[in-house]
């Protein structure tokens, strides 16, 4: 700070309205008291000028120095913030919900704010930059900063050791000197994680749609090139071959309508379905419908509505296909010659239904429980396959259970079998009819 900011600074300190005010009354009684000016007088100039000056105190802009400079030992911890950023309003910095940095010119951290110390760690504070930012790129633009006649050093992306990613803005804060040296540099964090993955996800989505469709399209391609060459005359193999084909191409119809009804399902994601459903006769022919698909290896199943959880709030089309989905794979996975149970009762709580499927299947191991419900994912890919499977009916399911404000539940015994159950939130209408 200059000699002249300094006297500045020590006036603007001394003459504070109240001292003035003091003074004021002191001079006023003083007249009185010389009979110079009467009380009703008195009275007068010293109210309109108690009120002027306290009304011009309030209305300051936040910037005068007697609210701008923020003693750092109020708000910094006390030891830490060694170098002081008094010119910095330390207060409003820590109130910033992403870290910052401020480094001084040789490059230790001269402050940072409470996000960045939960980020870096408590005591980066008077330490080396480099011992905390361990990446090259990074390092470079700080020192760059100094030397350079730019403002800023650019964005660089820093990815922490737990993963988490952010763009770094590295900034000139120049000094308070009249030359205008650049005595500190600010590094400015914003968090970038969430949107890192998300685009991973859409890539691996693209990756993994684009190879399920592309499998069942080659071996179309193949076909058809065997037909036309080598089985042009071959009348039986041309009978299988357009078989496959068409089994093939089902595939791909039921997988590009699986995709469809995710994009479908995830526009409504936030609107809460509000029509009642008659759970009892949706699950009645439900079962009847997944029962044919459970014939050829004689799955019976079996339902248990309890009288009084017959009615849920619900979107009647999406609680149809989580119903055919869980129940279709409880016949497509479940041991031969078992049952399948469909069951609804009411929570303790009284406000919700449980709704469970339960099969007399091989199981599921533990590891694969928290993947199940991920895009594409199948615990026996060629099994799955051979079912006619597209690896994301569990998918579908969960998405649709979100929009219903409920979470997909397995339980699991490898050898013993599997339940899938849900909650909804039971009708005020509900009845025992
Ligand atoms: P898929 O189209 O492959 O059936 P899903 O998303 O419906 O896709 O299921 C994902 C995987 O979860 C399946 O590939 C299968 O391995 C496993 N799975 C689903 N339901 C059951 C079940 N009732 N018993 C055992 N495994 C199951």
Not at 5 to 21: G, V
Not at 329 to 336: H, I, L, V
Request: charged share 25%; proline share 3%; with cysteine.
């Amino acid at each position: 700070m200059s000699k002249s900011e300094q006297s500045t600074m020590r006036l603007q300190d001394f003459f504070t309205p109240r001292f003035i005010i003091t003074v004021l009354f002191v001079l006023l009684a003083l007249f009185w008291s010389l009979s110079l000016i009467n009380v009703l007088a008195a009275g007068v100039i010293f109210t309109v000028t108690s009120f002027l000056l306290l009304k011009s105190k309030s209305s300051t802009i936040p910037g005068h120095p007697d609210e701008f400079v923020e003693d750092q030992k109020q708000f910094a911890r006390p030891g830490r913030q060694r170098g002081g950023i008094k010119s910095v309003r330390a207060k409003t910095l820590h109130a910033v919900p992403l870290p910052i940095l401020i480094v001084s010119e040789d490059h230790r951290i001269s402050f940072a704010n409470h996000a960045a110390e939960e980020l870096l760690g408590e005591d980066v504070v008077g330490n080396d930059v480099s011992f905390y930012l361990r990446q090259a790129q990074l390092v470079e633009a700080i020192r760059k900063i100094f030397i350079d006649s730019k403002k800023f050093a650019g964005v660089i992306r820093f990815t922490n050791s737990q993963k988490r990613s952010f763009d770094v803005t590295i900034s000139r804060v120049s000094g308070t000197g009249s030359n205008d040296v650049p005595t500190q540099a600010m590094a400015f964090f914003y968090e970038v994680t969430s949107m890192l993955q998300t685009e991973q996800m859409r890539v691996d989505f693209v990756a993994n749609a684009s190879h399920e469709l592309r499998t069942p399209l080659s071996s179309i391609i193949g076909f058809i090139e065997t037909l036309q060459g080598p089985a042009k005359d071959d009348l039986p193999a041309q009978e299988r071959f357009l078989g496959i084909m068409q089994t093939e191409t089902e595939r791909m119809v039921r997988l590009i309508d699986d995709l469809l009804s995710l994009s479908k399902i995830e526009m409504s994601r936030h609107e809460p379905p509000e029509s009642e459903v008659n759970l009892a006769t949706m699950i009645t022919s439900i079962a009847a419908t997944a029962a044919v698909v459970g014939k050829e290896r004689d799955i019976t199943f079996d339902t248990n509505i309890a009288a009084d959880a017959k009615r849920v709030i619900a979107d009647p089309d999406q609680l149809t296909q989580v119903l055919i989905n869980l129940s279709v794979n409880a016949a497509k996975y479940a041991d031969p010659g078992t049952t399948v149970f469909i069951c609804a009762s009411k929570s303790k709580g009284h406000d919700k239904i449980n709704i469970s499927i339960r099969d007399e299947g091989p199981g599921i191991l533990k590891e694969h429980l928290a993947r199940l419900t991920e895009r594409f994912y199948r615990i026996d890919d060629a099994r799955s396959r051979k079912m006619g499977g597209t690896g994301l009916g569990l998918a579908i399911v969960k998405h649709i259970l979100l929009r219903h404000d409920s979470l997909l539940n397995v339980e699991s015994q490898v050898g013993k079998g599997t339940t899938f159950s849900f909650m909804l939130k039971a009708s005020k209408n509900f009845n025992s009819e």
